[in-house]
Every structure is written in structure tokens, then in C-alpha cells.
């Protein structure tokens, strides 16, 4: 599909499909259509190796005969190619005939007596993926044949090595090899062509120096002047670690070239430990603390208060809970960690000079739904920062799931793909930081500082006039869109927006740039932009998010389908433009990539004012936390900035790691070795028992049933995962959904298009696979792709990827990877809030929860630890909101939650005091956050659980066990033009009559506290100052919540002040009932005698 082919509308279901072109553009160029390689003999396709190359049956010529032929020819024919008569050699994988004995280079014991069965299965597992495609194109859609197609026929002579230069050995040293085929280079198998024209002239083709020479029966005249360079290069090395002593070579040298060669080779990345100076006397406070903790509650269980027993048993239970979860949120963070990335390394690696950059490709996601409520300027220059990222431009594609079908959402897409032919290579050439213009524009440049050229001076002010002007242009079509048409509305050709009706219309797909339609000013090409707007019905259920983000899983495996994935909400852009090459240095690196399912950086924000009055940055979590759970399985997802693993998205376990040989010590018993020797050896007479009977039973049946091989790798240890290629087709439609070529798909480890299909049939395919019945019966949302069932779906899909074994990483650039706008008003983070813990009540109640999900699986229990603390926190509301009743309560009745404290409990008490305050200095000191962020921190997490946490646990119960969706609204009060004006801005919610309340009977319970104690004279002082401490902890938790009750100009709504003393009227009537202001001095019974003393 090309860029400016048009908006493709379409439903699979209807059965209908419509290109609608903007006014002025030609007509799309006709899509080609690939053909695959064919075999001379039976015409079906020649296929693949199990390695994924084009199998090659005779490497003298490379005559194009598939795997069939070949076994054919080889067991009943003359055992000869028909092109070069040479007699056929034995390939891995097929079993030995006459003539095999003198072969001696193949070692392949597993498969020699096996010929149906196993060519049988290898034929499976390398054509699993076209052959779905060949027979199934047209399954349930109408033909191909309205699209115009053009066949163009392959070249017919091709250099192996396609003109480039491998080894840094030039192609005039290769050794030449007449042949009418080619292939692709690297090292790889001869890749056989179709030869049109016998007759055609012999062309020298190159071949690679570093393959088997016998593969191809030549020398070569490069390997002499190889082997000389390569020896003079190992003496350079040795003489420079002899001059340094045996070390490293100085990387300060004059040689270029040894560095090189080993930089090359060096891991992409690095975990750097906390220095044990840090760490150790961190760990020792959190012993001694568990330790005080155990004393603390022996005393307070055994010492109970008599005369408030209530108060006291309260207390008691409200501070198991905390201990709990302290317990919960504590341990996670043993083990924490940094990493260090090296980007010259992963450059060296994969960007070698002259050659095609070897980068894997990435698609980049980008959700939107109302674009009112989420500006189409903030999508824009988001997905400005995506195209002008610093990555292969080819290996780059932007897809944008408009979730509400909005006519402005893409009228501003495309206005912004033509300003970005002029922003992305201004972006390039002088490497500017961030490349979101909104923000880059935003910052204050000293134009004489580090010499700044005067035509930078110069184009920068020139696209800074190009930006107004493009915003001019996109807050008109915002202030166009304020009144909606009463026809709806219309596209500039006349044709009526088929997203007029949000809840009612079909799939859309339009190519803004990319291929033919997408270069900047300079001739240059663009990364591809797709807009995608997923088909929505009456009567089914979307999902929400969770279901537009798998939409674009499966739309872009369809079309470009990159091996790795990043999400981004619509507000958060790309602040460091070599943000994917840092996640590709831990997702490529040979040594930890395989078992990596995501690398999730940390979220930082802009527009947060300098206090952070409601600890919107959130360090304390993304500095401490997360780097805590790096060190055991990795972080969670937090839904956006997260670069992930395809394959990890469709419910495959983890590679299991090959276990190193077992070693024996001499200083174990002799019983231990006995018997894990004798345990050795069962185990192995059983592999062998199981290998004697396959071979036998291959020998016998020649063909054993699919379902038997299954079981037999099932048995093998390290072999538990599902075998794609074994499984029938039914089974992956059923689990991936009635598309052959997103199934196809999904057996691509390495991600790539498939060649088989043209293009119009994938673009057939991505309108079918958004349709809205697509996922009916399927595991989508249950074990693939993003999880549903709760609205915090981030939390959810990171913990199925860990229980299936995967391990995440936590990477933290220099300069933050991505930046995004947080709520900065009471209410709305309020509601922030809100949202995110009734998700974790959602998973709490459901059978995802980590308290009993999970089991069996590949999760550690450390991790675990850390998502049962995620799912269960809201619930620590109840007792927290008890625990702050309390003060309150006991300055009010003079009661108190414990007795009159001794020498040895006041002992405890202090301990646990001090073991607080030092894990929280300690954990400052090895995190490097501040202790401003610190205590923000801490009074929000009160604000929170007295509030938003408190309304999730009830909104939950009530959505899941009840049915019943309750909504909080927030409606904007008051605001101004000013810096921040937004943090002043009050909106109404009921989130803030709770808190609001627990701050107004403790201020009430102060007074009535220190007016009893003036009342009952000095000695009832004493025991008021606890109860004081008590009360003046939680109102100074609340401070920040009572600032923003308040406002600039201390303007509250009536409802609020209403509500809160209604509430407090009522304890303070209690506490008249109960307890009013009279003297508790208890002596006898004075009466008048009748004496008259004077």
C-alpha cells in the first residue's frame, strides 16, 4: 500500500471495500505482485529451510527443486541434478541412500533413518507460513481481481553477495563462480532463482570467502591475502597487551583498528550494582526494622487498653495491615540496579560502514480517542518526534489508532505530514534536541553560547515561522470542529466522512507517508505514518484501550510487521531521539535480547510546577521501585514509553536458557553423589530408551503421526513451548483469529512481510483484521496481546509476560528517553488516581490476581511480591482512613490507643521510629531522590488512600460483583491565563469530601483537646501531647490537599463546605453526648456539715 493511495474504508463483514481519494490526487500506482520460487520439475514452490533460506537441493548450480523432488530423486530416481548432472549430496535432515556411505561431512545422526517422517516435518516448520497464505488468501473475502496487478519478473543473474562487500573484502577478490542464480550474501546457503533462459551467457558470480569451500567446489584467491592480514593483525594485538603489561590495549593508541575489532564484539550493554557502601547498611536497617517490628506487636497485642478497648483493637489491626504492606513494598527492592548502554558499540555492530544498517525495525504506536479532550497539536507533535527520531528511516513506521474516528484527528494528521517534509530534516541536519517543536520552540537559546553557526540562527527562525503558521492552520480546524454539521461531515472530495457515527462505521486505513509517497524537501525519505481507525458496531464490546492497541498489533504485523513494538499515549514525545536505539541495545544484544519481552523507561513530565505539590512526577516509584525490581525480574509496564517484543505479545513462553553441566565435588557426602550420579543415570537411560524407540518406530510406520512428535518434544526438557510449525492450522486460527496473513505473521521470529502476498491482499487483510468481530472466539484479550479486564490493562499484560517467563529491563538515559503532560490540579490527579487503582481492585477480583494466579509459571516470587503490593494498595485505604480517625476520636473522648507506656516500650516505640526514618535516608541516599520528592510522596500517598483509593475499592465491588459502572465527573470551576493557572483551577468532585472531613475533626479535636486539658489543669497535659503528635501527623499529610482546597484566592464551593460541616457537626454532637467539658477529677463527696466556721 502506498502513501497517498487514499483513505481505505472497509468492513469484512459487509463484505465491502472503498478507496476514497482527497481532492487533486492521481489515481494509486497499480500494487505489485510477488511470485516465489518455483520448482522445475512439479511447479510447486521450491520453500525453505528450517533456517529460513531458500532450500537449495544442489550447491554445484543451484537448479531450483523443492524438498520433495529432492528426496524423490534421491531415494527412486538417478540421485543426480538435471541441470549439471551432479549426483545430489546429503542435506541435515535427510536420510542416507547407496552411495551416502564416503559423506562424511554431515553429522546428522538424529534424522539418517528417518526419510518421510522427518522431511515431513521439516517441510512443515519452513513452509508453515506461506502455505497458509497460498490456499486461504481469499477466505471469506471477494477476489483480488478489482485490483490492478503487474507480475515483474526476477532478475535472472545475481551476485551472492548483491554488490556488497562482506568480510571488508572487496568483490574483485572473490572467488568467481559461473552460475545463473544468486542469492543473498552474509554467509547464508545459495538462494535459487528462476532461470527463464537456459541459454542465457554464464555471468562470474561472487561467493562468500568465510562459507565452505567444498559447498561450492572452488578455492578461493582471497584466502591466502585473508589469512596473511589476519595473522598480521593477531601479532599487533599480542605486541600492544605485551607492552601494556598483559592488560587491555590503551584505548588512547594510534591503532583504530584493534579497538575496533573488540568493541565490536563487546556486550551492548552492562548492569552497574549499587555500591555495597550504599546498599548494605540499607538492607541491615530493613533486618532490624522486621526485627522491631516483632517486638513492636508483641507489646501492643499483649498490652491492650482496658478502657478503650475498641480504640486499641482498631489501632492494632490498622498497623498489622500497614506492616503488611510495608513488608510488600519493602523486599521488591533488594536487589536494585542501574545499567549503563553503549551506543558506539550497537553502531559498530549493526551500521557497519558502506553496508545496509542490520537495526531490527520498529513500529511505534500511537493512541488517541477524543481529540477535544486530547489536542490534535499534542498528538501532532508527538508523532513529529516519532518521524524525526534518530533510527534508519526504512526500519521506522508510526501507526495512530484514532479510537474515535474523528474527521479532525485526521485532517490534522495530514496537515502535519506535510509541515514534517520541512521539520524532520531540519531535525537531522543540525541534531537538535527535543524534535517536538512545541517544546523545542519552548526553550530559551543562547544563540553565542558553544558558537552557534549563523545559518542555524537562520533556519531556525525561518521554522519557527513555519511552525506558527502550522498551528494557525490546526487551531482553526480545531475551532471548525466545535460545531458539528447537521449531514455530518464531509471529505474535500464531497464523499460524507465515514466517521460521522463514532459508535456506527467501518475500518479505516490511510498511508500519510512511507515508499513512494513519503520524502522530505530535501529528496529524502520519510519513515511510513498510518492512520488507523479500527471498525466499531452496535452490540459489541471494544475494550477501550486494550482493544485499540491489539487493532495495531495486528494491523501492523500485516503490513510491516518489525520484530519490536513501542507504545506511546498521544501526550507523551520522543525527548531523546536515540531513545529506540538504547532499547535495541539491550533487545539486540546476543547475550540478554532473546529473554527480553519489554524495556520500559521512566516516565518524566513537563509543565509540573517547581513544588510538585501532588507528586505528579512520581520519582519515589520510578527511581526506587522500579530499579528495585530490575534487579529480579524486571519492571512493570506502565502503559506508555515501552518499547516491547512482538512475539511477546502473542502468549509464547520464554526461551529457556541451556543449563550448564552438572559438576561434582569432592567435599559433597558420598551419598549425595551417589545419588545424583544414579538419578543422572536414569534419567539418561530414559532419553536413550525414548531415542531407540522413535527410530524404531520410524523405521517401521516411515510416516508416525504429527501428534506424536508433539509429545516427544514435550518430554524433552527445554522444549516445552508450543511448536508453531507442528500445530494444525485450525488451532492458530483459533487462537490468533481467521486471518492467514497475521497467522503467517506470528511464525516470523524476526518480523519481515511475507514475500507470497501482494499488496492488495494485505490491504484487504488489515481492514479485516480491525473489524469488530474479528477477535469473537480467539484468545485476544486472554492470552494474547493485551490483557482485558481491568482498565489499568499495562498492569495486567506485563504481569502475563512475566508468568510466562519473560524478563523486562528498566533503562534510564542521561537525558529522559520520553516526557508527557501530567493532571496538575487537585482533582483531576485525583481522578488520575482514581482510575488506576480501581484497575488494581479490577485485577484484585479477578482470576488474574497475583495472589493465586500464576503459579507453575516463570515469575519470581520477589516479583510477585511487587504486583500483589500493585493489586492490593487501594485496599490499604479502609484502615488508613480509620487510622486517621483515631486522633481525632481520642482527643474527643480522652481516651487514648495505648497504655501508659514503660521504659522498655517507650524503647520499641522510638526504635521503630528511627528504622523508618533511616530505610526512607538510606533509600534517598542510593536512589538520588530528593527528600522534598520524598515527603511529597508520602503526603499524597494519604491524600490518595483517603480519598481516590477509598472510592475505587467501592466503585470496584460494585462494577464487579454488582454490574453496576459508577462514573465520578469532574467539571471544570475556575482557572486563569497565568503560568500554572491550571494548578489553581478547582473542579468538583465527591472524591474531596472524605479528606476534607478527616482535616476538619482533627482541627476540631485539637481545640477540644487543649480546652480539656485548661480545663482539667496541668496534669492532664501530659498524656494530651500524644494525642497532639497523633493529630498533627495527619493534618500535616493533608496540607497539601487543604492549599488546593483552598485556592489562589481561598474560594471553596459551597457543596463542599456544606457537606464537611454536616459531617463534623455530628462527632462534635458525639462528643458533647459523651464526654463535655467537665472536670474527670474523681474525690469524695463534699456536703455542708452546718458549722458556721467563721
Known sequence: ??????????????????????????????????????????????????????????????????????????????????????????????????????????????????????????????????????????????????FPQIFHPLPQVHLLTNGQMVDDIPPEQHALVPSFIGGAGGGKRIHPLPVSDPGLQVQPRSMDPSKDLAAYGYGSIAWKER????????EKLQMTKDENGGRDWDYDGDSPDLPLMDEARQPLSRKLPIPSSQISPYRMIIIIRLVVLGFFFHYRVMHPVNDAYAL??????????????????????WLPIDRETYLDRLSLRYEKEGQSSQLSSVDIFVSTVDPLKEPPLVTANTVLSILAVDYPVDKVSCYVSDDGAAMLTFEALSEMSEFARKWVPFCKKFNIEP???????????????????????????????????????????????????????????????????????????????????????????LPRLVYVSREKRPGFNHHKKAGAMNALVRVSAVLTNAPYVLNLDCDHYINNSKALREAMCFMMDPLLGKRVCYV??????????????????????FDIN?????????????????????????????????????????????LCYCGCCCSGKRNKKKGNKLKTDMKNRDSTTGDPPVCTLEGVEEGIEGAKGENLALMPEHKLEKKFGQSPVFVASTLLEDGGTLKSAS???LLKEAIHVISCGYEDKTEWGKEVGWIYGSVTEDILTGFKMHCHGWRSIYCIPARPAFKGSAPINLSDRLHQVLRWALGSVEIFLSRHCPLWYGYGGGLKWLERFSYINATIYPWTSIPLLAYCTLPAVCLLTGKFITPELSNVASLWFLSLFICIFATSILEMRWSGVGIDEWWRNEQFWVIGGVSAHLFAVFQGLLKVLAGVDTNF????????????????????????????????????????????????????????????????????????????????????????????ILLASIFSLLWVRIDPFLAKSEGPLLEECGLDCN
Open 600 to 621: 520500559q523507561f521512566p516516565q518524566r513530565f513537563d509543565g509540573i510546577d517547581r513544588h510538585d505539590r501532588y507528586a505528579n512526577r512520581n520519582t519515589v516509584f
Open 435 to 525: 524534535r517536538a517543536p512545541e517544546w523545542y520552540f519552548a526553550q530559551k537559546i543562547d544563540y553565542l553560547k558553544d558558537k552557534v553557526l549563523p545559518s542555524f540562527v537562520k533556519k531556525r527562525r525561518a521554522m519557527k515561522r513555519e511552525y506558527e503558521e502550522f498551528k494557525v492552520r490546526i487551531n482553526a480546524l480545531v475551532s471548525k470542529a466545535q460545531k458539528v454539521p447537521e449531514e455530518g461531515w464531509t471529505m474535500q472530495d464531497g464523499t460524507l466522512w465515514p466517521g460521522n457515527n463514532v459508535r456506527d462505521h467501518p475500518g479505516m486505513i490511510q498511508v500519510f507517508l512511507g515508499q513512494s509517497g513519503g520524502h522530505d524537501t530535501n529528496g529524502n525519505e
Open 312 to 333: 486499641w483493637l482498631v489501632s492494632v489491626i490498622c498497623e498489622i495491615w500497614f506492616a503488611l504492606s510495608w513488608i510488600l513494598d519493602q523486599f521488591p527492592k
Open 759 to 761: 499488496p492488495a491482499s
Open 626 to 670: 522500579m530499579k528495585g525490581l530490575d534487579g529480579i525480574q524486571g519492571p512493570i509496564y506502565v502503559g506508555t514509553g515501552c518499547v516491547f517484543r512482538r512475539q511477546a505479545f502473542y502468549g509464547y513462553d520464554a526461551p529457556k536458557t541451556k543449563k550448564r553441566p552438572t559438576r561434582t565435588c569432592n567435599c559433597w557426602p558420598k
Open 1 to 146: 500500500m502506498e502513501a497517498g493511495a487514499g483513505l481505505v474504508a472497509g468492513s469484512h463483514n459487509r463484505n465491502e471495500l472503498v478507496v476514497i481519494r482527497r481532492d487533486g490526487e492521481s489515481a494509486p500506482k497499480p500494487l505489485l505482485q510477488l511470485r516465489g520460487q518455483i520448482c522445475q520439475i512439479c511447479g510447486d514452490d521450491v520453500g525453505s529451510t528450517a533456517e529460513g533460506e531458500f532450500f537449495v537441493a544442489c550447491n554445484e548450480c543451484a537448479f531450483p527443486i523443492c524438498r520433495t523432488c529432492y528426496e524423490y530423486e534421491r531415494k527412486e530416481g538417478n540421485q543426480v541434478c538435471p541441470q549439471c548432472k551432479t549426483r545430489f549430496k546429503r542435506l541435515k535432515g535427510c536420510a542416507r541412500v547407496d552411495g551416502d556411505e564416503e559423506e562424511d561431512d554431515i553429522d546428522d545422526l538424529e534424522n539418517e533413518f528417518n526419510f518421510e517422517g522427518r522431511s515431513k516435518q521439516d517441510m512443515q516448520h519452513a513452509l508453515a507460513a506461506d502455505a497458509m497464505l497460498h490456499g486461504h488468501m481469499s477466505y471469506g473475502r471477494a477476489s483480488d481481481s478489482d
Open 969 to 1060: 465527573t469532574v467539571t471544570s470551576k475556575a482557572g486563569d491565563d497565568e503560568e500554572f493557572s491550571e494548578l489553581y483551577a478547582f473542579k468538583w468532585t465527591t472524591l474531596l469530601i472524605p479528606p476534607t472531613t478527616l482535616l476538619i475533626i482533627n482541627l476540631i479535636g485539637v481545640v477540644a483537646g487543649v480546652s480539656n486539658a485548661i480545663n482539667n489543669g496541668y496534669e492532664s497535659w501530659g498524656p494530651l501531647f500524644g494525642k497532639l503528635f497523633f493529630a498533627f501527623w495527619v493534618i500535616v499529610h493533608l496540607y497539601p490537599f487543604l492549599k488546593g482546597l483552598l485556592g489562589r484566592q481561598n474560594r471553596t464551593p459551597t457543596i463542599i463546605i456544606v457537606w464537611s
Open 227 to 234: 589469512m596473511e592480514l589476519w595473522k598480521q593483525k593477531q
